[in-house]
């Protein structure tokens, strides 16, 4: 029995691993090795390559396409028409077909990243990341960044709920949720629990 939803004109090849509760939209095109998580939403015009593996309840918004390589892991939001590339230096006139030439970008839990940005292969977004739309990522976003920009810099943090996290003069921050975070260094910042 099918546990989840893809739409009609949706193109989704033999072999690709599904969950429950997913749905795969207007004129969407999954290759055969894909691992797509429970509860994901793939909007219209999404393309998900071999080997992409796409974690449990994503979101993936319209005109995004998932190159070879590709990780997300759980409650990743990709923002309408973002960019993953997946080869460093490409050339059509002398194609790049090795393993080598392939990189591998991690997404990891919880980050979001806006309309119309750019990630360029080979970094790593940590936990909660937030990447702004237009934003241009050539390096590793450390987690709970928000990165803006072309090339994205650091430009303040923000706790895994959504809040803009502003720091006391100790480093320390608590968000809407009650729950508290500290700032180790200017590139990183800690979630330490729930305050009392």
């Known amino acids: 029995m099918v546990d989840y939803f893809v739409h009609e004109s949706a193109y989704v090849d033999q072999g690709v691993e599904i969950g429950r509760g997913t749905k795969i939209w207007h004129f969407c095109h999954v290759m055969g090795k894909a691992k797509i998580g429970q509860h994901c939403s793939l909007g219209q015009n999404v393309f998900v390559a ?15 396409s998932l190159y070879e390589g590709v990780i997300l892991e759980d409650f990743v939001f990709c923002g309408p028409s973002m960019v993953f590339t997946n080869i460093k230096t490409p050339r059509c006139e002398y194609p790049r077909n090795t393993s080598e030439d392939y990189l591998t970008t991690l997404v990891k839990r919880g980050v979001s990243i806006g309309a119309n940005a750019t990630i360029v292969c080979g970094v790593t977004l940590w936990e909660y990341a937030f990447v702004a739309a237009g934003a241009v990522v050539t390096k590793d976003i450390p987690a709970y960044a928000i990165a803006a920009g072309v090339p994205a810099r650091i430009r303040g943090w923000m706790s895994a709920y959504g809040d803009v996290l502003k720091f006391d003069a100790d480093g320390y921050a608590v968000d809407s949720t009650g729950t508290q975070y500290q700032q180790e260094s200017p590139i990183e910042v800690r979630r330490l629990g729930k305050v009392d």
């Open 50 to 64: 071999n080997q992409v593996v796409i974690g449990n309840g994503c979101k993936i918004q319209n005109n995004v």
